[in-house]
């Protein structure tokens, strides 16, 4: 689950992260008196008006603007307020239709006096898989994607792994500021960031913290100025407080109601539909139909309790993908039962009337021979295989007829 920035550097805060102190608005009004509440507060006297939005890239759409009074605060907010903001990262990227902007975080200026004596730093900390630990990954050229640094300059991209069993230790930070090649005070306020900041990565269960830029200011302060925060979904259990903060307008709206039925989906750009049970027969299912010439519209795992009514669901959302040209049903039945399938298959058929797409079901395991019955004598002009491999090669030659 992803947060926006303003709440991002809330939870870091919370941490005891210093982060660049801004408040939310979601009106023109409600800006201005952020921008008022916000001099008051940290005698700040230009502001930052920000497109708050799951995206990266945001100042190259006119997302991020830089106020020096309130009658640019209320011009900027005006205008990203409700804007189709397109960035590299938004869906279709600068091409695409963008996103809406519901919220702008007015923040401090964190930049003044001397915007020449700051120095920003590039600092994340997620899970290397392959290492089965987390890292911390940091650089000294912050403010620019981290892919460029790393394919164009790779010896200024550091990377410190983190024992599971020992925890982060001192030396370690105090490793990462050296090679920050910071000092004196610098020094010791990058080691309490990064302490604070691996705390509380590894406090909120998240999957990624990602500081671009990390700040060092004129008056050697360390800053978040800007936060990217991704929460592993599995542990939410854990932090309701945090669950409640996802935002669902941020995302896609066919993978949020196919949640609300207990479907896991992801939409994906292919033109062949996959519903299957289980996450690795799902994958596996995916890799054959692209080894037989198809792209996968989507990954779909109706899991091992679908009953009847999920998978007519599950059906209605794959058929709602305009570019899907066939269907691919593949169930092995073993907590889930077969003939469950095939009835909300024959369900979801009748109720939805005239469906031109052609069907591919594979069903083995529990009551498979009862699915077949039902699928047969269903008079629905669906195309039956016992085999994965015979799955796939049907659906092949359905998208090629």
């Known amino acids: 689950m992803n947060l926006h920035e303003y709440q991002g550097k809330n ?68 205008n990203i307020l409700g804007m189709m ?23 401090e200026d964190v930049y003044a006096p001397d915007f020449d004596a700051c120095k920003e730093y590039y600092v994340s900390v997620l899970m290397d898989r392959e290492k089965k630990c987390n890292v911390i990954i940091y650089s000294t050229e912050g403010g620019m994607d981290i892919e460029q640094v790393a394919e164009e300059t790779p010896h200024l991209v550091h990377k410190e792994y983190v024992d599971p069993t020992l925890g982060l230790q001192g030396f370690q930070m105090r490793k990462i500021a050296f090679n920050l090649g910071l000092s004196g005070k610098a020094f010791k306020e990058m080691t309490k960031f990064i302490s604070s900041l691996y705390k509380a990565f590894v ?60 479907l896991n989906f992801v939409n994906l750009d292919g033109n062949v539909g996959c519903m299957v049970n289980g996450a690795g027969l799902a994958m596996a299912t995916m890799d054959i139909i692209k080894l037989c010439g198809g792209e996968p519209a989507n990954f779909l795992d109706v899991g091992g309790t679908a009953d009847a009514e999920r998978v007519e669901q599950a059906f209605r959302i794959i058929l709602r993908d305009p570019n899907v040209k066939a269907i691919l049903i593949n169930i092995f039945g073993g907590i889930v039962r077969c003939d469950r399938v095939a009835q909300g298959v024959v369900d979801a058929y009748q109720n939805m009337g005239n469906i031109n797409v052609p069907i591919i079901v594979r069903l083995q395991g529990t009551n498979a021979d009862i699915a077949k019955k039902i699928i047969d004598e269903s008079g629905l002009e669906v195309h039956s295989a016992i085999l994965l491999q015979e799955a796939a090669d049907l659906v092949t030659k359905v998208l090629e007829d």
């Open 11 to 78: 939870l870091l805060k919370s941490f005891g992260v210093a982060i660049q102190e801004g408040k939310v608005a979601e009106t023109v009004e409600e800006a201005v008196s952020a921008f008022y509440a916000l001099q008051d507060e940290t005698k700040t006297e230009f502001a930052v008006v920000k497109a708050q939005i799951h995206a990266g890239g945001r100042g190259k759409g006119g997302g991020v603007k830089l106020a020096k009074n309130v009658g640019e605060v209320k011009e900027y907010a005006g």
């Open 85 to 107: 903001l397109k960035t590299p990262q938004t869906p279709g990227g600068l091409n695409g239709p963008g996103k809406l902007v519901r919220k702008v975080l007015i923040a």
């Open 203 to 262: 406090e909120s269960d998240a999957s990624l913290f990602e500081i671009n830029p990390c700040l060092n200011t004129g008056d050697d302060r360390i800053l978040a100025v800007d936060c990217k925060v991704t929460l592993d979904n599995n542990a939410l259990f854990r932090h309701p407080d945090l669950a409640a903060l996802r935002d669902t307008n941020e995302e896609d709206p066919t993978e949020v109601e196919a949640k609300s039925y207990g």
